[in-house]
């Protein structure tokens, strides 16, 4: 996955099984964090974490002028409301996490089709 923050900074990492990526204020000590100095941010706005058949977004932000989509290739967006997650696809494989219309970062996500955890379990048996 590559990240892009509104000041300029990006970067980019892969998240394997049971790992995580977060955007926020603080990070835990078992995740990367790009962090940013805002009040207004929560401190684990956005965590991405790998799951099966693709990757999982949930959203920690608070609701308080903050907008989290999902966007796809095509320009089709899903918004993500507070406290909840949504599954990437191969089609909508873009995060962004906007305050009050400005976005503070933007990810874009690649990873392989995989069977969900409970077929890759089951193959593994």
Known sequence: ???KTADGNSGQMVVDADHKWTFGRAGGPDAPTVGVDNPLISR????????????????????NGARVALISVIGSITWLDEGTAGNLSAEENRVELSLNDEVLVTVDVDFEQRGSVVERQQQTA
């Open 44 to 63: 684990a706005a956005l965590v991405i974490r790998d799951a099966g058949p693709g990757p999982v977004v949930f959203r920690g932000q608070r609701d």
């Open 1 to 3: 996955m590559t990240w």
